[in-house]
């Protein structure tokens, strides 16, 4: 198998270059896709039956919640590169990803108080689900905190993975928590693809914002490991000509 394309895609310079290029590409889409989600489950999906108008918040949180996850599992993923092949552009990608990661958790937590104030009567119960959600919202932090904290950038970024890979037990936590404990939180509603618990007037503006908010993600991440790289290669020759251009 050729693997040129994976080292090339590796080399900050072309990566710099290839993230400017595609980041229109993500941004746009994203912006007309939450659009038109937000419009389909704020205005045109029906009432739910039980929860009337309290359900739209789902429109945010249930992509928030998955991207909270994805994005930890991407970032896991890019840390144990970094780790195992000593990609820098790796940990560049892991680095500015746990920021972004921390936010989506913040707004799941927040959401899902929200929302579980009309639902559950109360703002926070020590849920299993919630309780892991928080723990990855500390996940987060603590990788920020780390990375900040270490001031040679090979200590950090080492340092950093293996907190990372550590973390990720907690992925399947977060998914399974409904299932192995008596929790609050309800079950899966549209991963269960042979009866979804959601109809299509409902449903559909809800894939919408998931892959609305996946390209957000992607724009963002190309925007902010831009910057990474900035920080990372500031003495390079090829920047200071990539800049003068």
């Known amino acids: 198998m050729n693997w040129t394309w994976f080292h090339k895609l590796a080399s900050p310079p072309h990566f710099y270059r290839l993230a400017g290029r595609i980041t229109p590409w993500l941004g746009w889409p994203a912006f007309l896709l939450i659009v038109i ?3 389909g489950g704020l205005v045109l999906a029906p009432p739910d039956y039980q929860q009337g108008d309290a359900f739209r918040i789902v429109y945010v949180h249930a992509p928030s919640a ?15 590169i970094g780790l195992i092949w000593r990609i820098k552009l790796a940990h560049a990608v892991a680095a500015a990803a746990a920021p972004v990661g ?19 009567g109360t703002w ?9 959600e928080l723990i ?26 293996v907190l990372a890979l550590v973390g990720v037990v907690n992925l399947p936590i977060i998914h399974y928590s409904v299932y192995w404990w ?31 908010f996946k390209l957000f993600f ?12 900035l920080r990372r290669e500031r003495d390079a020759s090829w920047l200071r000509e990539e800049l003068t251009r």
């Open 102 to 120: 921390a936010w989506f958790t913040f707004v799941t937590l927040v959401t899902g108080s929200l929302w579980g104030r009309p639902m559950w």
């Open 136 to 161: 990855l919202l500390f996940l987060y932090l603590g990788l920020i905190a780390l990375r900040a904290s270490i001031d040679d950038r090979e200590r950090a970024d080492r340092a950093s993975a």
């Open 182 to 212: 008596n929790t609050l939180h309800q079950g899966s509603t549209i991963t269960k693809f042979g009866k979804p618990s959601i109809t299509f007037d409902m449903l559909w503006p809800l894939l919408v914002m998931f892959v609305a």
């Open 218 to 229: 992607g724009m963002v991440l190309m925007l902010r490991v831009r910057g990474e790289v």
């Open 37 to 39: 989600g937000l419009y």
């Open 66 to 80: 998955w991207m909270s996850m994805f994005i930890y599992g991407m970032m896991a993923i890019a840390a144990a």
């Open 124 to 132: 926070w119960q020590w849920d299993a689900r919630m309780t892991s």
